[in-house]
């Protein structure tokens, strides 16, 4: 009995302890939210039947924390907690290609309290592959805003002598079979490639693996030819020499990679590609509590410290709302479509 | 004594049914998805045979050498009998039940009636012990996960 | 190489005031005890850990921020093996191997011993991949970025060849346990042809089994029910009685130290492939020294070699893996790939502007890291009397308190409720193939090592252009591991043979064999 007391006494004085360390470690971020709801108080709703947000707001992430998303996420979420004046928390719901979290998503009310992130392509290819008989689609999202928007680059190792233009690449790939990244079956890096295959001709062959660290390493590494990522991967080893990006698939250059031409500008055609997150709701939302965090969101995502934020890892920030969002997404949609049939679907 | 059939049989033969199930439904898959399943199960039913025959041979040596000394086979291995196991299956019975009232009641409360189910259950009589042990354990589980790390803990129908 | 010529006074000095801050000690404390009970808690793993409290790291500066993240990092690989030696409950994948022979000592009252030589055991492999780190980090990048598919096949493959000597009794169900494992790797999503494998359209099958759901069901469920099994007995305990020191003696150091380095360097070594972490280190550790032993039969049965050398090696890999990150901003293991977003938010991108720009912060984190680590011994010691106490609870409370813990890290892993099914169905089967001579340690390996071994051989595939054969013998690393997987085939036979005709004429009558 003594004993058990004891033990008891252990566990509840360490959580104790890290309670009060961690309470003294977080007193900046108190402050912050000090700072915070004073700005509320300034920005106190003049429209006086509008109470919402007056709880915290979950959003979910499919994928893990650390991730890409989530990262981008938590940069993001201060600011607009800022700004709607209630807690905005995270929650990690990693699983099935980004599905196991959508598929909870799409089941809580749409009460405005749970939102979450819709990351494409893995969206689209989630419920156009048959083999995976999921009966939703973007139209069981009431959409928020875009927030990130990263573009495809085709990259070489930095010290590849075969390859120093992408004329030079696709020449040759062209007659010969090149292994390319792919962070898997369906993924935006696998769909670039295979559109350069479609259009082009070329002959890339996705080696599939998972996430973007392994085809990072596999081509630095000189055991896969080609990187297929994006822009906000390829540009820090780019600059750090140790890859060569050699096109960009974007309608314009890159900000982040000016001197490095398009496929587009090369003669190469419109080929375009891309992964794209931002945040949506459960289908059947009140407008007007959508319109609060439209806003919210449009708000913050202008915030030039978080667009510094963003820029520094090397990620554009795209803020896109109502139909423009919408639109893009259908446009995404029918993109996969198109080169379904290179997927076996 | 007639000694039933030793456990190794069964298990060999659930093994083998597993493989067969399982490999009938890699026949749909393509034929990259479908190589390495193919290979694993074969291996899987050979382990399975091998085993039921290992079995079978345990079978016959229990039951013919029923007088003799029972033979040390492996420490690790014991043969199982239903009064053996019939508490251990009780006992998941009732984390079974816990998982479920947790989707219907959340955290706090099913797990609250659990402990105090699965020290009743354990004969502890000390209702001290038992509320003390529910309070601790709620307390631990409240300040670390709630206050501290912030980690969202299964939410119920009610709570 | 390079960073050998960038610490100067200068830094050092620099490099002291960053650490000497209030700030910076006190996170390191929390990082430090924190990482500790975290990593105790089963389901609470390391990686968990760091993710919970980068949020934390936002409005700390950069110093004392990815301190504590590091601090936690390895702190929680060596609190797992406490729970591990204490109540066969590994509270991170990493200390899997550890329960084999420290839940043993625990069971014959050594569990002080064992928690003592773990403590030093993770203490030296943290800080000898600290100062690898340190000194050697570019050079062992560069090596890092010659693995790729086949050579983590063969990784792989290597690694498979310990379940045959982790089966204590029956090795015809010890391989079988382990060819079990490979079974429940299958499931989920084919990386190289995106078909969703036996996932029976459950979308959280999709992703694969959850190595932690099913390795908490697997040890600690089963342990739960086994201890049942004893019920009414009076007095029931989870372990013997408690004897004995802590600190190992001198003369039992000396004969742990070999593994230790042995394993610290192997540790360092796997920590720094991009696709092996934690959790293959300590298994390859414990073979390891199993191999190299001199009494290699008594591995599992509670000697302190065992404990040593899956620790150190655990412990290593945390160094290890921050190596690539670093340099590279390509993680080392799940860890460090959360790590990396803790860098990004305190606006660090990996690579070489970390040594030269950012060189003071980079090199104050280093050496944060290796003060943790020492940091983490002296806490395991002091509290190691405490600690054991656990023990000492009967069973009627401990029982619950572990199923509890079991549920909440199963759900928190995901925060899905459907892993905590999955833990159920481990513990049961875990449980009934403990009671049949089958052993759980071969599955967990093998749900780890199974997808490494697939997805390896079909990359090669692809990257030999169907020339397998000649691709594998162009590359000199994979002649190193096959000519390594051979030995390791054969070597236990070898070994035998020249031990039987070393001790034929001392034996008389049944050996262990069977």
Same mark, same amino acid.
């Given at each position: 009995?003594k004993?058990?007391?004891?033990l008891?006494?252990?566990?509840t004085?360490?959580?104790?302890m890290?309670?009060g360390?961690?309470?003294a470690?977080?007193?900046?971020?108190?402050?912050?939210?000090?700072?915070?709801?004073e700005?509320?108080?300034?920005?106190a709703?003049?429209?006086?039947?509008t109470?919402?947000?007056d709880?915290?707001?979950?959003?979910?992430?499919?994928?893990?924390?650390?991730g890409?998303t989530?990262t981008g996420?938590?940069i993001?979420?201060?600011?607009?907690e800022?700004?709607?004046?209630v807690?905005?928390?995270?929650?990690?719901?990693?699983g099935?290609?980004?599905w196991?979290?959508?598929?909870?998503?799409?089941n809580?009310?749409?009460?405005g309290?749970?939102?979450g992130y819709?990351?494409?392509?893995n969206?689209?290819?989630g419920?156009?592959?048959?083999?995976?008989?999921?009966?939703?689609?973007?139209?069981?999202?009431?959409?928020?805003?875009?927030?990130?928007?990263?573009?495809?680059?085709?990259?070489?190792?930095?010290?590849?002598d075969?390859?120093?233009?992408?004329?030079?690449?696709?020449?040759?790939?062209?007659?010969?079979?090149?292994t390319?990244?792919s962070?898997?079956?369906g993924s935006?890096d696998?769909?670039?490639?295979?559109?350069?295959?479609?259009?082009?001709?070329?002959?890339?062959?996705?080696?599939?693996?998972?996430?973007a660290?392994?085809g990072?390493?596999?081509?630095?590494?000189?055991h896969?030819d080609v990187?297929?990522a994006?822009?906000?991967?390829?540009?820090?080893?780019?600059?750090?020499?140790?890859?060569?990006?050699?096109?960009?698939?974007?309608?314009?250059?890159?900000?982040?990679?000016?001197?490095?031409p398009?496929?587009?500008?090369?003669g190469?055609g419109k080929?375009y590609?891309?992964?794209?997150?931002g945040?949506?709701?459960?289908?059947?939302?009140?407008?007007?509590?959508?319109?609060?965090?439209?806003?919210?969101?449009a708000k913050?995502?202008?915030?030039?410290?978080?667009?510094?934020?963003m820029?520094e890892?090397g990620l554009?920030?795209?803020?896109?709302i109502?139909?423009?969002?919408?639109?893009?997404?259908?446009?995404?949609?029918?993109?996969?479509?198109?080169v379904?049939?290179?997927?076996?679907w | 004594?007639?000694?039933?059939?030793?456990?190794?049989?069964?298990?060999?033969?659930?093994?083998?049914i597993?493989?067969?199930?399982?490999y009938?439904?890699?026949s749909?898959m393509?034929e990259?998805?479908?190589?390495f399943p193919?290979?694993?199960?074969?291996?899987?039913?050979?382990?399975?045979?091998?085993? !039921?025959?290992?079995?079978?041979?345990? !079978?016959r040596?229990?039951?013919?050498?029923?007088?003799?000394?029972?033979?040390?086979?492996?420490s690790?291995?014991?043969?199982?009998?239903?009064?053996k196991?019939?508490?251990?299956?009780?006992s998941?019975?009732?984390?079974?039940?816990?998982?479920?009232?947790?989707s219907?009641?959340g955290?706090?409360?099913?797990t609250?009636?659990?402990?105090?189910?699965?020290?009743?259950?354990?004969?502890?009589?000390?209702?001290?012990?038992?509320?003390?042990?529910?309070?601790?354990?709620?307390?631990?589980?409240?300040?670390?996960?709630?206050?501290?790390l912030?980690?969202?803990?299964?939410?119920g129908?009610?709570? | 190489m390079? #960073?050998?010529?960038?610490?100067?006074?200068?830094?050092?000095?620099?490099?002291m005031?960053?650490?000497?801050?209030i700030?910076?000690?006190?996170?390191?404390?929390?990082?430090?005890?924190?990482?500790m009970?975290?990593?105790?808690?089963?389901?609470l793993s390391?990686t968990?850990?760091?993710a919970?409290?980068?949020p934390?790291?936002?409005?700390?500066?950069?110093?004392?921020?990815l301190?504590?993240?590091t601090?936690?990092y390895t702190?929680?690989?060596?609190?797992?093996?406490?729970?591990?030696?204490?109540?066969?409950?590994?509270?991170t994948?990493?200390?899997?191997?550890?329960?084999l022979?420290?839940?043993?000592? #625990?069971?014959?009252?050594?569990?002080?011993k064992?928690?003592?030589?773990?403590?030093?055991?993770s203490?030296?492999?943290?800080?000898?991949? $600290?100062?690898?780190?340190?000194?050697?980090a570019?050079?062992?990048?560069?090596?890092?970025?010659k693995f790729?598919?086949?050579?983590?096949?063969?990784?792989?493959?290597?690694?498979l060849?310990?379940?045959?000597?982790?089966?204590?009794?029956?090795?015809v169900k010890g391989?079988?346990?382990?060819?079990f494992?490979?079974v429940?790797?299958?499931?989920?999503?084919?990386i190289?042809?995106?078909y969703?494998?036996?996932?029976?359209?459950?979308?959280?099958l999709?992703?694969?089994?959850?190595l932690?759901?099913?390795?908490?069901g697997?040890?600690?469920?089963?342990?739960?029910?086994?201890?049942?099994?004893?019920?009414?007995?009076?007095?029931?305990?989870?372990?013997?009685?408690?004897?004995?020191?802590?600190l190992p003696?001198?003369?039992?150091f000396?004969?742990?130290?070999p593994?230790?380095?042995?394993?610290?360097?192997?540790?360092?070594?796997?920590?720094m492939l991009?696709?092996?972490?934690?959790?293959?280190?300590?298994?390859v550790?414990?073979?390891?020294?199993?191999?190299?032993?001199?009494h290699?039969?008594?591995?599992?049965?509670?000697?302190?070699e065992?404990?040593?050398?899956?620790?150190?090696?655990?412990?290593?890999?945390?160094?290890? $893996?921050?190596?690539p990150?670093?340099t590279l901003?390509?993680?080392?293991?799940?860890?460090?790939?959360?790590?990396?977003?803790?860098?990004?938010?305190?606006?660090?991108i990996?690579?070489?502007?970390l040594?030269t720009?950012?060189a003071?912060?980079?090199?104050?984190?280093?050496?944060?890291?290796i003060?943790?680590?020492f940091?983490?011994?002296?806490?395991?010691?002091?509290?190691?009397?405490l600690?054991?106490?656990?023990?000492?609870?009967?069973?009627?409370v401990?029982a619950?308190?572990?199923?509890?813990?079991?549920?909440?890290?199963?759900?928190?892993i995901n925060?899905?409720?459907?892993?905590?099914y999955?833990?159920?169905?481990f513990?049961? $089967?875990g449980?009934l193939?403990?009671?049949?001579?089958?052993?759980?340690?071969?599955?967990?390996?093998?749900?780890?090592?199974?997808?490494?071994?697939?997805?390896?051989?079909?990359?090669?595939?692809i990257l030999?252009?169907?020339?397998?054969?000649?691709?594998f013998?162009?590359?000199?690393?994979?002649l190193i591991?096959i000519?390594?997987?051979?030995l390791?085939?054969?070597?236990?036979?070898?070994?035998n043979?020249?031990?039987?005709?070393?001790? #034929?004429?001392?034996?008389?009558?049944i050996?262990?064999?069977s």
């Amino acid at each position: 009995m003594k004993k058990i007391f004891l033990l008891f006494i252990i566990l509840t004085l360490a959580t104790f302890m890290i309670a009060g360390c961690g309470g003294a470690v977080e007193e900046p971020k108190e402050n912050v939210q000090q700072e915070q709801s004073e700005a509320e108080k300034q920005e106190a709703t003049p429209s006086e039947d509008t109470s919402y947000p007056d709880k915290p707001i979950t959003v979910t992430i499919s994928y893990s924390a650390g991730g890409g998303t989530d990262t981008g996420a938590r940069i993001l979420l201060p600011y607009v907690e800022e700004i709607l004046g209630v807690p905005v928390n995270v929650v990690n719901r990693p699983g099935g290609g980004g599905w196991v979290g959508w598929t909870y998503l799409l089941n809580q009310e749409p009460d405005g309290y749970t939102i979450g992130y819709i990351n494409t392509p893995n969206l689209m290819t989630g419920y156009l592959n048959p083999e995976y008989n999921r009966d939703k689609s973007i139209d069981d999202f009431d959409l928020i805003s875009n927030h990130v928007l990263d573009y495809g680059a085709i990259a070489v190792k930095a010290d590849d002598d075969r390859f120093q233009t992408i004329d030079d690449l696709i020449e040759y790939a062209k007659k010969n079979d090149l292994t390319a990244t792919s962070t898997g079956v369906g993924s935006d890096d696998h769909i670039a490639a295979l559109k350069v295959n479609d259009e082009v001709g070329t002959k890339f062959v996705a080696v599939h693996g998972k996430g973007a660290a392994h085809g990072k390493a596999g081509v630095m590494g000189g055991h896969i030819d080609v990187l297929f990522a994006n822009v906000g991967e390829a540009t820090v080893p780019h600059k750090n020499g140790e890859l060569r990006v050699l096109a960009v698939m974007s309608p314009e250059r890159s900000e982040f990679l000016p001197d490095i031409p398009t496929l587009e500008e090369k003669g190469y055609g419109k080929i375009y590609s891309w992964s794209a997150r931002g945040i949506a709701a459960p289908k059947g939302i009140d407008p007007e509590k959508l319109q609060v965090l439209s806003d919210a969101f449009a708000k913050a995502m202008a915030n030039a410290e978080h667009i510094k934020k963003m820029n520094e890892m090397g990620l554009a920030v795209k803020p896109l709302i109502g139909d423009e969002y919408y639109q893009f997404l259908k446009d995404d949609e029918s993109g996969v479509k198109k080169v379904s049939h290179l997927m076996g679907w | 004594m007639r000694r039933a059939v030793h456990q190794d049989v069964f298990i060999g033969i659930v093994m083998v049914i597993i493989s067969v199930l399982l490999y009938a439904k890699s026949s749909t898959m393509p034929e990259g998805a479908a190589q390495f399943p193919t290979i694993i199960l074969t291996l899987f039913s050979i382990f399975g045979l091998v085993i !039921t025959i290992g079995g079978v041979g345990k !079978t016959r040596a229990a039951n013919s050498k029923q007088a003799e000394e029972p033979k040390i086979a492996d420490s690790r291995e014991e043969v199982l009998s239903f009064s053996k196991i019939k508490m251990p299956f009780v006992s998941i019975l009732i984390v079974a039940a816990y998982v479920i009232l947790l989707s219907v009641l959340g955290f706090f409360v099913a797990t609250s009636i659990f402990i105090i189910g699965f020290m009743m259950f354990y004969r502890v009589r000390s209702w001290k012990k038992i509320f003390l042990t529910v309070f601790c354990i709620d307390l631990f589980v409240y300040l670390l996960f709630i206050i501290q790390l912030n980690v969202p803990l299964p939410k119920g129908l009610l709570f | 190489m390079v #960073t050998l010529f960038l610490i100067n006074w200068a830094t050092i000095l620099q490099i002291m005031e960053k650490l000497l801050s209030i700030e910076t000690i006190l996170a390191l404390i929390v990082g430090t005890i924190g990482g500790m009970i975290i990593g105790a808690l089963p389901g609470l793993s390391a990686t968990m850990g760091v993710a919970l409290l980068i949020p934390v790291t936002f409005g700390m500066d950069p110093v004392s921020g990815l301190t504590m993240l590091t601090a936690i990092y390895t702190s929680a690989i060596y609190g797992g093996s406490i729970s591990a030696i204490l109540i066969h409950t590994p509270g991170t994948p990493a200390s899997a191997a550890t329960a084999l022979d420290g839940y043993q000592m #625990t069971l014959q009252g050594k569990g002080m011993k064992a928690l003592g030589v773990t403590t030093i055991s993770s203490m030296i492999g943290g800080v000898i991949s $600290a100062v690898a780190l340190l000194f050697l980090a570019p050079p062992l990048s560069l090596i890092s970025l010659k693995f790729n598919a086949p050579e983590y096949f063969l990784i792989a493959v290597f690694g498979l060849t310990i379940i045959g000597s982790l089966s204590a009794g029956s090795m015809v169900k010890g391989l079988a346990s382990g060819v079990f494992g490979m079974v429940i790797a299958l499931i989920g999503v084919d990386i190289l042809t995106g078909y969703p494998r036996y996932t029976f359209g459950i979308s959280s099958l999709e992703s694969g089994i959850s190595l932690v759901p099913a390795m908490i069901g697997l040890f600690s469920l089963s342990q739960v029910m086994i201890q049942v099994e004893k019920m009414g007995t009076k007095s029931v305990k989870f372990t013997g009685e408690l004897k004995g020191k802590v600190l190992p003696t001198m003369q039992e150091f000396k004969s742990i130290f070999p593994t230790i380095i042995r394993s610290s360097f192997i540790g360092i070594f796997v920590g720094m492939l991009p696709g092996a972490g934690g959790d293959i280190g300590s298994w390859v550790g414990y073979n390891e020294a199993k191999r190299f032993s001199k009494h290699p039969e008594k591995f599992g049965t509670g000697i302190i070699e065992g404990v040593a050398a899956p620790e150190a090696a655990n412990n290593a890999v945390t160094g290890g $893996a921050l190596i690539p990150l670093l340099t590279l901003g390509i993680p080392g293991s799940a860890t460090t790939a959360v790590l990396l977003g803790g860098l990004f938010i305190q606006g660090l991108i990996p690579g070489r502007e970390l040594f030269t720009t950012h060189a003071n912060i980079t090199y104050s984190v280093i050496f944060g890291f290796i003060i943790a680590n020492f940091l983490m011994g002296i806490a395991g010691l002091s509290a190691a009397r405490l600690l054991v106490k656990v023990t000492e609870v009967p069973s009627s409370v401990l029982a619950p308190i572990i199923v509890v813990f079991s549920v909440v890290g199963s759900y928190a892993i995901n925060n899905n409720v459907f892993d905590i099914y999955v833990m159920l169905f481990f513990g049961l $089967a875990g449980y009934l193939m403990r009671k049949t001579g089958f052993h759980p340690a071969p599955v967990v390996l093998a749900i780890i090592l199974g997808p490494l071994a697939e997805n390896g051989f079909r990359q090669s595939l692809i990257l030999s252009r169907g020339n397998m054969l000649d691709y594998f013998m162009s590359r000199p690393i994979c002649l190193i591991l096959i000519a390594l997987i051979i030995l390791s085939l054969f070597s236990p036979m070898i070994l035998n043979r020249f031990k039987e005709r070393q001790t #034929t004429k001392a034996k008389e009558g049944i050996s262990t064999s069977s």
